[in-house]
């Protein structure tokens, strides 16, 4: 699949067929996790943990047989790389027809966090279960699925603006309309969306609109993790040059500036 198909067709997979990970999807995709960099040059370090081995498990997953955690320095933007690395990776085991689910809360964290040996100086913002989707899902998922309205996106409208936050964006080019889609489709924590994207003429410049009360803990601020993982999409599937300056675009209340992506040409 091309990077946009892989987009579009992945979703979150909490019940799993119990397998184990064949020996050469094991082997592809700890290659690949060699060659995982991010646009911040903050190394995110991935760790596979053996669930079994470690007595590692949770309530929302089922069939699961490992897991894969990441570590990150503490530093500024350190959450936007963690989640544009793991998404990366994420997005990598869907092409392998491996599936995962980003899992911040409901975990045993300081048995995850021991296996993984996090530093005192490191975020394990989240940690994936890794395994073969079941066939069908668990009435568990189900509800899950239904209770955070999985599979809706907030419209274009609410996400995208041209020169500032009062003007909605529109645009005929095909290109940034998919790249931009890309966006929209990103997963989020609790599926909260809080990715602002502000065009002006080639710089698109990214924000977090903080929910009030959600996000910030001490294991780093979700709400930017989600961030990292919109700005993967973006870039993958544009090409453009990431750089933090802030345009000085005054935002609604509880909007952060994080990020600019200028686009190539």
Same mark, same amino acid.
């Given at each position: 699949m091309n990077p946009f198909d892989l987009i579009k067709t992945? %979703? !979150?997979?909490?019940?799993? =067929?119990?397998?184990?990970?064949?020996?050469?999807?094991? +082997?592809?995709? #700890?290659?690949? $996790?060699? @060659?995982? !960099?991010?646009?911040?040059?903050?190394?995110? +370090?991935?760790?596979? $943990? =053996?669930? &079994?081995?470690?007595?590692?498990? @949770?309530?929302? /997953?089922?069939?699961?047989?490992?897991? /894969?955690? *990441?570590?990150?320095? &503490?530093?500024?933007?350190?959450? +936007?790389?963690?989640?544009? *690395?793991?998404?990366?990776?994420?997005?990598?085991?869907? !092409? $392998?027809? /491996?599936? @995962?689910?980003? /899992?911040?809360? !409901?975990?045993? %964290?300081?048995?995850?966090?021991? #296996?993984?040996?996090?530093? =005192?100086? &490191?975020?394990?913002?989240?940690?994936?279960?890794?395994g073969y989707p079941a066939g069908k899902l668990s009435l568990r998922e189900a509800l899950m699925r239904k209770g955070v309205k999985a599979d809706q996106r907030k419209p274009w409208s609410q996400l995208f603006f041209d020169r500032d936050f009062s003007t909605p964006l529109i645009t005929e080019d095909q290109a940034l309309t998919d790249a931009l889609e890309a966006v929209r489709l990103a997963p989020s924590a609790v599926n909260k969306q809080p990715w602002r994207v502000v065009r002006q003429d080639r710089d698109f410049h990214f924000y977090v609109a903080h929910s009030k009360g959600y996000g910030k803990t001490p294991h780093g601020d979700t709400q930017k993790v989600d961030l990292g993982i919109a700005l993967c999409h973006f870039m993958t599937m544009t090409g453009g040059a990431l750089r933090v300056e802030d345009p000085g675009v005054e935002g609604p209340e509880n909007t952060e500036y994080l990020a600019t992506v200028a686009l190539p040409g």
């Amino acid at each position: 699949m091309n990077p946009f198909d892989l987009i579009k067709t992945r %979703r !979150s997979v909490r019940t799993m =067929d119990g397998r184990p990970l064949s020996p050469e999807h094991r +082997e592809q995709l #700890a290659a690949f $996790l060699e @060659t995982v !960099s991010n646009p911040y040059d903050i190394p995110v +370090e991935f760790v596979l $943990l =053996d669930a &079994q081995a470690h007595g590692l498990a @949770t309530p929302v /997953i089922k069939g699961e047989a490992c897991y /894969i955690a *990441a570590k990150v320095p &503490q530093v500024p933007h350190g959450e +936007e790389a963690f989640g544009y *690395a793991f998404e990366k990776m994420v997005l990598f085991a869907w !092409s $392998l027809g /491996i599936g @995962t689910t980003w /899992i911040a809360g !409901s975990m045993n %964290r300081a048995l995850f966090e021991r #296996a993984a040996e996090v530093k =005192d100086d &490191q975020w394990m913002c989240c940690v994936s279960p890794l395994g073969y989707p079941a066939g069908k899902l668990s009435l568990r998922e189900a509800l899950m699925r239904k209770g955070v309205k999985a599979d809706q996106r907030k419209p274009w409208s609410q996400l995208f603006f041209d020169r500032d936050f009062s003007t909605p964006l529109i645009t005929e080019d095909q290109a940034l309309t998919d790249a931009l889609e890309a966006v929209r489709l990103a997963p989020s924590a609790v599926n909260k969306q809080p990715w602002r994207v502000v065009r002006q003429d080639r710089d698109f410049h990214f924000y977090v609109a903080h929910s009030k009360g959600y996000g910030k803990t001490p294991h780093g601020d979700t709400q930017k993790v989600d961030l990292g993982i919109a700005l993967c999409h973006f870039m993958t599937m544009t090409g453009g040059a990431l750089r933090v300056e802030d345009p000085g675009v005054e935002g609604p209340e509880n909007t952060e500036y994080l990020a600019t992506v200028a686009l190539p040409g």
